[in-house]
């Protein structure tokens, strides 16, 4: 029974001085500043920066810019007076669609990282 008395007592010593060790915190900064250094050091990428934009921003722009084209389109083809305001709650009934449906896929694309 001495033995394992003893032994405790040394591993009892042995973790106090790790957790006394100055070192402890220098080490994990340098740790954490040559990953930061490392990430630095990576080129930066437009498509990886286009990927990590969620859809509930890139699918109400890309709607917004199909009505906008489409009321170009509608203004020149159909000689209309209101022609441009139909064409502008096209434009906007386009975004707010964008919009929900660019949610939907953000929440779907959640759900699946959380089940993981």
């Known amino acids: 029974m001495p033995e ?3 032994d405790r007592l040394k591993k009892l010593r042995e973790k106090q001085l790790r957790e006394r060790d100055p070192l402890t915190s220098e080490r994990k900064f340098q740790r954490n500043m040559s990953v930061k250094e490392k990430r630095m050091q990576k080129p930066i ?3 990886d920066d286009w990927r990590n ?5 890139k699918y109400p722009l890309f709607s917004f810019i199909f009505g906008i084209i489409g009321t170009i389109i509608l203004v020149r083809l159909w000689d209309w007076q209101y022609a441009v ?6 434009t ?3 975004a707010i669609f964008g919009a929900v449906l660019g949610n ?3 929440l779907r694309e959640d759900i699946k990282k959380h089940l993981k």
């Open 104 to 106: 939907a896929i953000d």
């Open 4 to 6: 394992s008395e003893s």
């Open 53 to 57: 934009i969620p859809y509930v921003v």
């Open 92 to 94: 906007i009934g386009l």
């Open 85 to 90: 305001y139909v064409g502008a709650g096209v």
């Open 45 to 47: 990428s437009l498509g």
